[in-house]
């Protein structure tokens, strides 16, 4: 009944929407009450333990890598390139605006990075070309959530730290639904203007968008592949991601000045000082769940109670999705991952398998209010009614739910590219 008191306790809290930090407080002084030696001190301890982990270094590095980016002429090189690849297609443009969401979702692991640095250079152009002002507003808002899908992810790093999973795996397996779900958004794209005439593909602007973004194309190859042939680790990818952003950046196209860097360094800071305290109480919580055996426990009651693992998939997809209309996407993974965890290993899910499933429901948490982050960017950046953005969405929330589905019963394909 114990284990029982700790989800309801979050469950309340979650209802009386409280700070995230004193949630995670409350949470950890409850687990040292009643399971452990009743020591609060001892929260602060396992906050220093916790943090105690290279891994750590690759989410400000990948978060001040994407800034860089969007300061920069990078994300604009890259939509010019895929622009002029597109033109043939019906609706290209639109096409357009969800390829090069996904390319930059490969560099930046970022949703709301990889929406302003698209959406500020595709929005005008959408409504330039004559573009429905709700399909330009929902391309852009839904596009941008390739960013925690497609690797790498800063949400997958944070469920890999948690949970102590392989962080390469799990960007080998986020692969194939990134594809599938930017390929979905992109055939809802085509099919909705089939009817707009084609154009010509024009060589010789092709060429030259290539030439001159080339440096930019280079970025998501060298980032990925180093990480895919195990040249280097995601960390040592953030590193080499940065440093080849700043130097494209700063010394090859020049677009961003040493004083523009300085400034992005510091409102990068500024992030992370809101981000890091976070992450050390919920790695007090995780380490003190994990000694005392707490999700143990939680698992063993659920057993008993849910008798298949598509039951079980199911009220854990219903879950996700309630409680990404509330909570953060980071902070959900925080504060479930841990518990969730040997839940699922119970019943023979594959802990990489229940990562994909955790990032696509919270991915949906984006689009819907009342915290829906990607909304609330969408209505500030591009100056729309929040009711507007809201219907925006609608249709590429159902394509998404299409590929959860597709994700959460066919596990094969998260884990067809990690060999699991």
């Not at 010394?251 to 000045?257: A, L, N, T």
């Amino acid at each position: 009944m114990i284990s029982v008191g700790l989800i309801l306790l979050l469950l309340i809290l979650l209802v009386l929407r409280q700070n995230l930090i004193l949630i995670l407080f409350v949470l950890a002084a409850y687990v040292h009450t009643f399971f452990g030696e009743g020591v609060l001190e001892y929260i602060i301890e396992d906050m220093w333990i916790g943090l105690d982990n290279d891994v750590f270094l690759a989410v400000p590095l990948f978060i001040l890598c994407g800034n860089v980016m969007s300061k920069g002429q990078i994300a604009q090189r890259l939509v010019t390139f895929v622009t002029h690849l597109t033109t043939p297609f019906p609706g290209g443009l639109a096409i357009a605006t969800v390829l090069s969401c996904a390319v930059f979702a490969a560099i930046s692991g970022s949703s709301a990075v990889t929406m302003l640095s698209v959406g500020s250079i595709m929005y005008p152009a959408l409504l330039d070309a004559g573009y429905d002002r709700k399909f330009a507003l929902g391309v852009l808002t839904s596009g941008g959530t390739l960013g925690v899908v497609i690797p790498p992810s800063v949400p997958m790093i944070l469920y890999g730290i948690v949970t102590e999973t392989s962080i390469s795996d799990l960007f080998f397996a986020g692969m194939v639904p990134g594809l599938i779900l930017a390929g979905g958004m992109g055939t809802y794209a085509f099919w909705r203007h089939r009817h707009l005439p084609r154009k010509q593909l024009d060589i010789s602007a092709l060429a030259i968008s290539f030439r001159k973004g080339i440096w930019a194309l280079m970025m998501p190859v060298l980032l990925l592949g180093g990480i895919y042939s195990g040249y280097f680790s995601p960390t040592e990818a953030a590193a080499v991601a940065l440093g080849y952003a700043v130097l494209v950046e700063l010394f090859i196209y020049r677009d961003v000045s040493v004083r523009d860097f300085y400034n992005v360094a510091v409102s990068t800071a500024k992030l992370l000082g809101a981000l890091y305290p976070l992450l050390a109480i919920a790695m007090s919580l995780n380490l003190l769940l994990t000694t005392e055996q707490v999700p143990q426990g939680i698992a063993h009651w659920v057993v008993i109670q849910v008798d298949s693992p598509f039951t079980f998939l199911l009220i854990i997809n219903l879950l996700l999705l309630a409680v990404g209309c509330f909570l953060d996407i980071n902070a959900a993974i925080l504060i479930l991952a841990p518990i969730l965890l040997p839940l699922a290993t119970s019943f023979g899910i594959d802990p990489v398998h229940l990562g994909i499933i955790m990032v696509i429901n919270l991915e949906i948490g984006f689009l819907t209010p009342p915290i829906g982050l990607n909304l609330m960017v969408a209505v500030t950046a591009f100056g729309e009614r929040f009711k507007l953005v809201c219907q925006s969405v609608i249709p590429f929330i159902f394509v998404i739910l299409a590929v959860l589905v597709l994700v959460t019963f066919v596990p094969q394909l998260s884990l067809a590219l990690t060999g699991r």
